[in-house]
């Protein structure tokens, strides 16, 4: 499926902390639902994403490593949580933090992926900014396995996972937490 890939340019683009960024896809990545703050910040119509594959958002400043290890999780019915960096329809990117509702049949199968984006702080764009920049440098000469390689050796360097090294940096708390956890469980009731 071809789909108009915007030029990048050099220009962030700031989400409200106090707002969520909310998709529904198939088991395949495709869209079914975006709430209106996901339009707004993206520049993206409802009808313009509606059946296209998420990756529309994909900036090419993100390793495909990150991309694999969330399908890899979310397909296998386990959440993840990243710091992504995307690409709205003008070429300006944003940091967000993404995290998914699993949501599964009556036999418990997977049938969509809801997923919940918040703003992402400066301390984890500061974090996986340089790591980024490695993982996608050893994928345009290596490939992808190199990449994964090396996050591994970086993550076992020190001493932690990707999951712990993301919950360190991401995970909100106090109250924010307590209102995500709310979000997203009457999110995933109610969609």
């Given at each position: 499926m071809k789909f108009y890939r915007p030029i990048p340019v050099n220009e962030e683009l700031k989400v409200?902390?106090?707002?969520?960024?909310?998709?529904?896809t198939d088991m395949h990545g495709n869209i079914l639902y975006a709430n209106d703050f996901f339009s707004d910040i993206t520049g993206y119509?409802?009808?313009?994403?509606?059946?296209?594959?998420?990756?529309?958002?994909?900036?090419p400043d993100m390793p495909s490593a990150v991309f694999?290890?969330?399908?890899?999780?979310?397909?296998?019915?386990?959440?993840?949580?990243?710091?992504?960096?995307?690409?709205?329809k003008s070429?300006?990117?944003?940091?967000?933090?993404?995290?998914f509702e699993i949501q599964k049949?009556?036999?418990?199968?997977?049938t969509n992926y809801i997923a919940f984006r918040r703003t992402a702080p400066k301390k984890a764009i500061e974090i996986v900014t340089?790591?980024?920049?490695?993982?996608?440098?050893?994928?345009?000469?290596?490939g992808l396995e190199a990449s994964l390689v090396y996050?591994?050796?970086?993550?076992?360097?020190?001493?932690?996972?990707?999951?712990?090294?993301?919950?360190?940096?991401?995970?909100?708390k106090g109250l924010m937490a307590i209102l995500f956890a709310r979000m997203k469980k009457s999110f995933g009731h109610a969609a």
């Open positions: 409200s902390s106090k707002e969520f960024i909310v998709s529904k119509s409802q009808s313009e994403v509606i059946g296209k594959p998420h990756s529309i958002l994909r900036h694999y290890l969330m399908w890899q999780r979310i397909r296998s019915g386990h959440n993840i949580t990243a710091v992504v960096k995307n690409l709205t070429g300006k990117y944003y940091w967000v933090t993404t995290d049949d009556i036999v418990s199968n997977n340089p790591l980024y920049a490695s993982l996608l440098k050893i994928e345009k000469e290596h996050l591994q050796g970086y993550l076992d360097e020190r001493h932690t996972t990707f999951d712990e090294l993301m919950d360190s940096i991401v995970r909100p």
